[in-house]
């Protein structure tokens, strides 16, 4: 079946590690993003990219990298610059940009805790 | 920038009663699309319906239905018939058309409950 997957569930960090989000589809689909959500802030945009080997900067970019060397993969990296890291994680991703493939479809999420 | 604005946090609704959720949006663009989401507890996001904003006639998904009004910047969801399952947050979104820029921006959301 055809869809996103997050990786991991639940994932805990200590206090200046780097930590790797794992995102992957399958849908063969262009663009892909990331957003943090926190209580009441809804969904806010950290990185997305159209096409492999380039990205953009979303709102909320400082303290995070990403990489796209593949279409398929989209790995999200919590530094330790990023001063809250704790949050929920979702991944996305969305068909090219033709007027027929609009919506996005939606990983599971990743919960990070900083202990 | 794009913004989107959804100024009621909380909702709540009778079961088997109508009920509209708001949301506007500020854009210079002529020619986009909008979106609502739904994330029950299980936080999986769910697409609810969408709209082009060349569209003028408003979308609508069996009990679910928008009022789009362009000139307004206006995009609110009525959901009818609600049921227990319908219990959620709900998030507007909007994207551009132009495949230069496929940033999709969200709002704070709404938390509606359903009573029995």
């Known amino acids: 079946d055809g869809g996103i997957t997050q990786s991991p569930k639940y994932l805990f960090r200590k206090e200046g590690q780097n930590v790797t989000l794992s995102c992957e589809q399958n849908?063969?689909?262009?663009?892909m993003y990331w957003y943090r959500q926190d209580p009441g802030q809804g969904l806010r945009l950290i990185y997305y990219?159209?096409?492999?080997?380039?990205?953009q900067k979303g709102d909320i970019a400082e303290g995070y990298s990403v990489s796209r060397e593949k279409k398929e993969s989209f790995p999200l990296t919590v530094t330790s610059a990023q001063k809250n890291p704790t949050a929920f994680y979702l991944c996305?991703?969305?068909?090219?940009?033709?007027?027929?493939?609009?919506?996005?479809?939606f990983g599971q999420g990743t919960r990070l805790t900083v202990v | 920038a794009q913004t989107v604005t959804q100024s009621q946090p909380e909702m709540s609704v009778q079961e088997a009663e109508t009920v509209t959720l708001s949301c506007t949006y500020d854009?210079?663009?002529?020619?986009?699309?909008l979106f609502w989401y739904k994330q029950p507890p299980s936080r999986q996001m769910i697409l609810v319906i969408r709209?082009?904003?060349?569209?003028?006639q408003n979308a609508t998904e069996n009990r679910f239905s928008v009022n789009f009004q362009k000139a307004a910047k206006s995009f609110s969801l009525k959901i009818s018939d609600s049921q227990l399952g319908d219990a959620a947050m709900y998030f507007c979104?909007?994207?551009?058309?132009?495949?230069?820029?496929?940033?999709?921006?969200f709002g704070k959301g709404i938390t509606l409950s359903v009573r029995p």
């Open positions: 849908l063969n689909h262009d663009a």
């Open positions: 854009t210079s663009e002529s020619d986009y699309y």
């Open positions: 709209q082009e904003a060349y569209k003028q």
């Open positions: 996305a991703s969305r068909s090219g940009p033709s007027r027929g493939n609009t919506e996005a479809f």
């Open positions: 979104a909007y994207r551009s058309y132009t495949g230069a820029n496929s940033k999709l921006t």
């Open positions: 990219s159209q096409i492999v080997n380039d990205f």
